[in-house]
Structures are given as structure tokens and as C-alpha cells.
């Protein structure tokens, strides 16, 4: 479990450094989960899902149109946002 969480936060930090953006937990240095992006205007349904083979504890990121979400399966999951399909994964 230990090795999976340092993975996964490995991961997300290169996610950030790699696509040029600052990558911050909760929005702030305070981690008020503030944000000043604007939120979403109408929430009318679930866009999709996707099955992981155990449970995903932590948050999932976003950055260049891919999710990136850890589960307690062992992986690692690059997700098109658009589509929910699964682009790629670490193990």
C-alpha cells in the first residue's frame, strides 16, 4: 500500500512539472479547497465512469484533457477526460 501511494504521488507531481502547470492540493497554499476557476454552470448528469480493479481512496487530477487516479489495484490510470476511455497505465 505504501509503495502504491508514493507511486501515485510521484506521478502526479511529474504530471504538473511535465505539462508546465502548478499542481496544488486544495486549491491554495492555505489548501482551503478554494478555487478561483469557475465552476461548473448546470450539473445535469454523469458524463461516464470508469472501473478500476480495487478502490481509488485518493483525488484524481486533471490536466491536458487526462485524468490521472491511482487505485488500490496496483495501477496507475491515464483516463481521457472526454471520453472515460482508459489512455494508458502504470503498474
Not at 479547497?33 to 485518493?58: E, P
Not at 487505485?71 to 503498474?91: E, K, V, W
Amino acid at each position: 500500500m505504501r509503495v502504491t501511494v508514493a507511486i501515485t504521488t510521484v506521478a502526479l507531481c511529474a504530471c504538473g512539472s511535465l505539462f508546465g502547470q502548478d499542481v496544488m492540493f486544495r486549491g491554495n497554499a492555505q489548501h482551503s479547497g478554494v478555487y478561483d476557476a469557475v465552476g461548473v454552470a448546470k450539473f445535469g448528469r454523469v458524463k461516464w465512469s470508469f472501473h478500476t480493479g480495487g478502490m481509488v481512496i485518493g483525488s484524481p487530477t486533471v490536466t491536458g484533457g487526462v485524468v490521472y487516479v491511482g487505485s488500490d489495484d496496483g495501477n496507475f490510470y491515464a483516463i481521457d477526460a472526454g471520453s472515460g476511455t482508459r489512455s494508458g497505465s502504470l503498474r
